[in-house]
């Protein structure tokens, strides 16, 4: 059996903000005969909410600071400050 990726050595400078990467890889829908089928309609809605979320003004400045996560088994889940 292989190993899943790691997600944090897939992607250059995880620590960083960047809506806009374009070396974007995300293993949070699965990988390969597990991959849900949902990811680019869920990537879209993400991708639509954040643009607008921009285009309305949001300050993303307090997000640019190190991100901690919970310890969980499933799930990434960001403590921010």
């Not at 607008?52 to 901690?68: C, I, K």
Request: charged letters at 15%; aromatic letters at 6%.
């Amino acid at each position: 059996m292989t190993p899943p990726p790691d997600p944090i050595a897939a992607v250059t400078h995880p620590e960083v903000f960047d809506p806009l990467r374009e070396d974007r890889r995300l293993f949070t829908f699965g990988v390969g005969p597990h991959a849900c089928p949902g990811e680019p309609l869920a990537v879209t809605i993400a991708t639509a909410g954040v643009a607008a979320l921009l285009a309305a003004g949001l300050d993303v400045a307090p997000l640019a600071g190190r991100v901690s996560y919970r310890s969980s088994a499933n799930a990434r889940i960001p403590l921010f400050g």
